[in-house]
């Protein structure tokens, strides 16, 4: 005779991995959006890093004389970086005339975190759509 599982022990089972997708896709979403937003500031403190050699070894800050760049792969290719160029959700901006980089996040009403060349401070500017965290 075949020993198998009941159709009541599959129902079960499946109940049961039902309730604990239902707990950690909540947990997954916030564990993600935290990635993204280290991912963000480590961006802009690497380019704030590169504007200061930029400027040790060029004269001045890029892109110059003055301006905004935000094309990563010039970014990248002046500064010898290698940030991403898919869409992370972010998009990297650098400011030459007010001194700072910026990531702002790709979205309507998506907060920004932003650095100046000359600190190490880190700042962001949220919505009330799209909050700073904690």
Do not use: H
Not at 100 to 117: D, E, H, L, V, W
């Amino acid at each position: 005779m075949f020993k198998g599982f009941t159709l009541i022990e599959l129902i079960i089972v499946v109940v049961v991995i039902g309730i604990l997708v239902a707990f950690a896709s909540p947990q997954f979403a916030v564990t993600r959006e935290r990635a993204l937003d280290r991912e963000a500031r480590a961006a802009i403190a690497l380019i704030q890093a590169a504007e200061k050699i930029y400027r040790m070894e060029e004269g001045l800050y890029y892109p110059s004389p003055s301006g905004t760049e935000t094309s990563i792969p010039n970014i990248n290719n002046l500064l010898r970086l290698d940030l991403p160029t898919d869409a992370t959700g972010w998009v990297y901006s650098v400011n030459s005339s007010a001194q700072q980089a910026t990531a702002r996040r790709n979205k309507p009403g998506g907060r920004a975190y932003s650095i100046p060349f000359n600190s190490d401070t880190i700042t962001c500017a949220g919505t009330a759509s799209d909050p700073c965290p904690p």
